[in-house]
């Protein structure tokens, strides 16, 4: 019996697919573009794409498709058909390197951000090379980046590409300037837990908020909740691991490493981590992820949920991004080494992410941002909204010590000159306990950004972490170059460290994130606290950021303006989307079921007369309340949601909705979630979180 991993890769027409099938030379240049050395002519391209399409009709398919991640935040496929009729009208398979290379979805139905009008239909797909091709049910799938008519970036793969190039630059002339001259090129790696909800299918097709919105607008809590702590890390259910199984056995078939999978904090929720990849290969495999899950999920009757708050009350579901950066020899630049000179190049690559943190911590934020995640962020299980970075008390007293005297007591009293750079040449991972409140933490040779919502791309933050990396990296290159000795340029490499540790250690913080101390703290140290992602979106309008991506290439300022307004529009109709699905639940069940629920009583209560039990007078007059109450407020929400929708800004009207409809259907869900704890179970009309929660 064959194993599942001897599959591995199977569908992937990888590295090494393409050495065994393609010839020398047509290998070779492909390998030169890429590594950004050359270019693929016609020829080449039509060679590769010969042997691609050979590969994939040998293992069933029939149609290939140009695989790409529009602004929307999922991915799109047009699928096209190998077989075509030749002059005989005979079928004849066809996949040319023009096929290969270009294709042209429709782009106006597509977000764009004013980049694109409705009647201007063109948009082209673009072949990225750095991520191999792969074959999901018969189809081949070509990944792309997606561009408009005129060239601008309409979506989000593009930039990613484009900030790992200007961090590729900025890194290896650091690294070549510190000595180590035989690095030819630097590049991110990415590693993605991706946290989720499954639910049984009938209870998801019951509620209109969970097949609308993918959360719960309103539900009274369970008996039970994760208090007793008993599901993290606990036994997997039968169904569930029957459904990993599945998983599994696709992912690895697509060359995912999908490594770790257990039971969150959460009843019924779960992770699925995957092992390390370059990041533009780690964010396609995520979507990939998250693409198969849904999909397998259907086939064992159950509903996968990417929300990051589907339940109120326990903990939601994010996305960490585990990022590193390693160099052309193999080597991580956040891992100290064995001679010194490698310790002083991990303090400066530490000290760069610092700065850059420290400087741009509102584009860390918008990274983060989307609209589920504003009801997740700062709740118990995940980070504040408030940029901070966790280094540990190993690495950070290291810096401390170096900005303080530049002495250290020895053990006999006497100060003795300080050298950061000893006792270096091996930090522990588990060097300090891990500060699950830190949105941004050191984990011993890696930066975890944990703010990252479930179910958004990880291209965006992973965009923003690369490009503040280029910026802080040329500015630290600017300092270091021109210095003719070596061990001047290392001495002076120190000396950054220091400026940058006196000038940014405000972003340092080791305590607990959830404090309303640290808010305060927060406030005297200068971090901002932006409180929502409509709020997160501004940044994009500032002249720096303008000045920042520009500079490096990333978004030219049409690209940043489409998608300020494409994020802000966003939140807008996703907002809508939720205001009209309350209402309509409300109107249609949730008040109806209240009435019934009056009549039973009112009747009971006139059958009994005087002697009607107490419990039927006070539960009359509460549902009454309640029932009054919610028919206002719902009244109210319609009412306010119209003329606040009449505002013509997106970002005015999103500010609005956030501080104005969003607490009014918190209202309502408060007076919904009372009926719901004492309304006898006839008389209401959904299931309820102990039948979704506690029911797989």
């Not at 097949?211 to 039968?238: N, V």
């Not at 933490?441 to 791309?457: I, P, Y």
Request: glycine share 6%.
């Amino acid at each position: 019996m064959e194993a599942p991993f001897e599959r591995f890769g199977c569908m992937v027409f990888d590295e090494e697919a393409m050495q065994e099938r393609l010839p020398s030379p047509v290998y070779k240049q492909w390998k030169k573009t890429v590594a950004d050395e050359g270019t693929l002519d016609r020829p080449t391209a039509d060679a590769i794409a010969h042997a691609m399409k050979r590969w994939a009709m040998e293992k069933g398919c029939t149609h290939y498709t140009h695989w790409f991640q529009p602004m929307n935040g999922a991915t799109a496929e047009k699928h096209e058909g190998f077989v075509e009729p030749d002059k005989n009208s005979k079928p004849v398979s066809h996949f040319s390197g023009k096929n290969l290379i270009m294709g042209e979805p429709d782009a106006s139905s597509f977000p764009s951000g004013g980049l694109r009008s409705t009647y201007e239909a063109r948009g082209y797909t673009y072949w990225d090379i750095s991520s191999p091709v792969f074959i999901v049910g018969n189809v081949l799938h070509i990944p792309t980046v997606f561009v408009s008519y005129s060239g601008d970036s309409i979506d989000k793969k593009a930039p990613v590409l484009k900030s790992i190039r200007a961090l590729n630059k900025a890194a290896t002339k650091v690294v070549n300037l510190l000595g180590d001259k035989d690095v030819k090129y630097v590049y991110p790696v990415c590693g993605l837990e991706q946290e989720y909800f499954l639910i049984d299918r009938e209870y998801f097709n019951s509620r209109d908020d969970l097949r609308f919105t993918g959360r719960t607008l309103f539900g009274a809590r369970s008996p039970k909740g994760q208090e007793m702590e008993d599901h993290y890390q606990g036994s997997i259910p039968t169904r569930v691991e029957a459904f990993m199984q599945d998983i599994n056995k696709q992912l690895w078939e697509l060359g995912v490493y999908a490594k770790t999978e257990h039971n969150e904090t959460a009843p019924h929720q779960f992770e699925l981590a995957c092992v390390y990849a370059p990041t533009v290969i780690s964010i396609d495999q995520n979507q990939l992820v998250m693409d198969i899950m849904k999909k397998t999920a259907e086939k064992h009757d159950l509903v996968c949920l990417l929300h990051e708050k589907p339940f109120a009350g326990i903990n939601g579901s994010g996305k960490h991004t585990n990022y590193s950066l390693t160099t052309s020899t193999g080597q991580n630049l956040f891992s100290p080494g064995d001679k010194p000179a490698e310790n002083i190049r991990f303090l400066l690559f530490i000290c760069a992410f610092v700065k850059a943190v420290d400087t741009y911590p509102e584009l860390l934020r918008l990274g983060a941002s989307c609209v589920g995640n504003d009801h997740r962020l700062g709740a118990s299980e995940a980070p504040p909204a408030i940029i901070s970075i966790f280094l540990g008390t190993y690495i950070e007293e290291i810096l401390m010590d170096m900005i303080r005297t530049g002495k250290k007591k020895k053990s006999d009293g006497k100060a003795d000159d300080f050298n950061p750079i000893h006792g270096l040449s091996y930090v522990p991972h588990d060097n300090t306990d891990r500060n699950r409140t830190s949105p941004v933490a050191f984990t011993g040779n890696k930066f975890e950004f944990r703010m990252t919502g479930s179910s958004m791309s990880a291209a965006m933050p992973n965009c923003i972490l690369n490009t503040i990396m280029a910026w802080s990296l040329n500015e630290i290159a600017a300092e270091l170059d021109g210095i003719k000795y070596i061990q001047d340029v290392r001495a002076k490499a120190l000396e950054i460290c220091k400026d940058i540790i006196r000038k940014h250690k405000r972003i340092l913080f080791t305590g607990d994130g959830y404090s309303e101390d640290w808010v305060k703290e927060a406030e005297k140290r200068g971090l901002p606290n932006i409180r929502s992602y409509i709020e997160s979106v501004e940044i994009l309008a500032r002249p720096d950021t303008i000045k920042l991506f520009t500079d490096l290439g990333i978004y030219n300022e049409r690209e940043l303006s489409a998608r300020y307004e494409v994020f802000a529009e966003q939140y807008r109709s996703a907002i809508g989307i939720e205001v009209r699905t309350l209402l309509s639940m409300v109107r249609r069940d949730i008040l109806p079921a209240m009435c019934d629920e009056l009549t039973l009583l009112s009747e009971t209560e006139k059958a009994a007369g005087k002697s009607a039990p107490l419990y039927v007078k006070d539960h009359l007059k509460l549902v009454t309340k309640q029932c009054d109450d919610l028919y206002t407020l719902s009244e109210k929400l319609d009412h306010d949601f119209t003329e606040v929708t009449k505002i013509a800004d997106h970002i005015e009207c999103g500010k609005k909705i956030y501080y104005e409809i969003m607490p009014l259907g918190r209202e309502i869900r408060a007076v919904i979630d009372a009926y719901e704890a004492t309304a006898s179970a006839a008389n209401y009309p959904y299931p309820t979180y102990a039948d979704m929660l506690f029911k797989l």
